[in-house]
């Protein structure tokens, strides 16, 4: 941790243990992670006590401060230039707001099943300086029409996955996210359902399915690539490892990354169907990425949306806490927008005479004629 900055210093320390604020390193903590051996206690150092004081002058407690452990092959001069050097980034931290992210899949009463993807988000919580708080939804229980689960979050997750059971859970979240203008990021199976999702709902395509689940679907948006139709013996048939994928210039794929070529890893099997991508396009499903090397798919995205995204390769596979990944990063900031617009319109008043309850008021006390 030698090139260790002050600010990921301070993520390295609060992704341990995934919450805002400074939190000591619990024996259990500890435990999983063999490398970091007891604490060192710095805070009855003069160089400590000077350097609460400024944080007292920022607005931070005493508590804040002196709850901070590091481990032991964390230098003092590090700890002293976390301490002193960094106030303005800390009290932002300590002080961070929370954005809720919902998952959507039908592994939710496991959660480590989505690790990789629970801890990207928080490496993108670090770097927008909020904490991501994550609520897993179940996909089978949306399909039964209850949606109230959707209504408190700043964005929307649907992950990748394998077989049928809940599909129709996650094309109605989708659904839910695209028509309220609420964040989306769909990864790998999560982009095939909102291509179908569009297709269907937007483009009129009632049937519109992916091959997988329905092989007689009128309109296989998603559909398998041509040399693998022939093969009945799916057993290592899956795309797999690192592909070059080309981004189009003006998306919002191409401003997270900052350039025009990028490389992630893959797997899965099915792909979208370039048949559909004239009709598609022309209702407003932007194609923001194809592979170099097939001219496949990778990255859809909504023209008319504030951030509406998703791609056919696993991204999480490759963030990490000092490099959290882009399009994460550009996930939770719009998510960040989100709340943010969530909150106001919760708390502005109503305009005059809009108030229910007031109308209600009123008749009622004109009739007694009071």
């Known amino acids: 941790m030698g090139n260790t900055t002050p600010v990921s210093l301070l993520a390295h320390m609060m992704l341990t243990k995934k919450v805002s604020g400074l939190k000591e390193f619990s024996s259990d903590a500890r435990s999983r992670r063999p490398s970091l051996s007891t604490p060192r206690d710095v805070t009855s150092t003069p160089s400590f006590?000077?350097?609460?004081?400024?944080f007292k002058t920022a607005g931070c407690s005493t508590e804040d401060v002196t709850r901070c452990r590091l481990p032991p092959e964390v230098a003092s001069a590090d700890l002293m230039a976390v301490l002193s050097l960094s106030v303005p980034q800390l009290v932002k931290t300590i002080s961070a707001d929370e954005v809720t992210i919902g998952i959507v899949g039908k592994y939710v009463h496991l959660t480590d099943s989505y690790k990789s993807l629970n801890e990207?988000?928080?490496?993108?919580?670090t770097t927008n300086n909020v904490k991501v708080k994550l609520k897993f939804l179940d996909a089978e229980d949306l399909e039964n029409g209850n949606s109230d689960s959707l209504q408190e979050l700043d964005g929307v997750l649907v992950p990748g996955g394998f077989g049928e059971r809940g599909i129709e859970g996650k094309i109605k979240a989708i659904e839910f996210a695209r028509e309220n203008k609420i964040p989306f990021?769909?990864?790998?199976?999560?982009?095939?359902?909102a291509v179908i999702e569009f297709a269907r709902n937007v483009?009129?395509?009632?049937?519109?399915?992916?091959?997988?689940?329905?092989?007689n679907t009128p309109d296989p948006v998603i559909?398998?690539?041509?040399?693998?139709?022939?093969?009945?013996?799916?057993?290592a048939t899956m795309r797999l490892g690192a592909y070059q994928c080309a981004l189009e210039k003006g998306s919002k794929a191409y401003k997270a990354y900052g350039e025009k070529e990028i490389n992630e890893r893959h797997r899965h099997r099915y792909e979208f169907n370039n048949q559909y991508e004239e009709t598609l396009s022309k209702k407003g499903l932007k194609i923001a990425g194809k592979s170099?090397?097939?001219?496949?798919?990778?990255?859809?995205?909504?023209?008319d949306h504030p951030w509406f995204l998703a791609c056919q390769f696993h991204p999480e596979f490759k963030s990490s806490p000092s490099s959290p990944h882009p399009l994460f990063v550009s996930f939770v900031e719009a998510s960040v927008t989100q709340s943010k617009k969530r909150q106001w319109q919760n708390q502005r008043p109503l305009p005059a005479g809009s108030d229910p309850l007031e109308q209600k008021t009123k008749k009622a006390t004109g009739a007694s004629g009071l």
């Open 49 to 54: 006590s000077r350097c609460l004081a400024r």
């Open 120 to 125: 990207a988000l928080c490496h993108a919580g």
């Open 185 to 193: 990021y769909g990864i790998c199976l999560g982009m095939q359902l």
């Open 203 to 215: 483009c009129g395509m009632s049937k519109a399915n992916s091959l997988e689940f329905d092989p």
């Open 223 to 235: 559909s398998l690539m041509e040399e693998q139709k022939a093969i009945y013996d799916k057993g």
């Open 292 to 303: 170099t090397k097939t001219g496949l798919v990778e990255l859809v995205e909504l023209e």
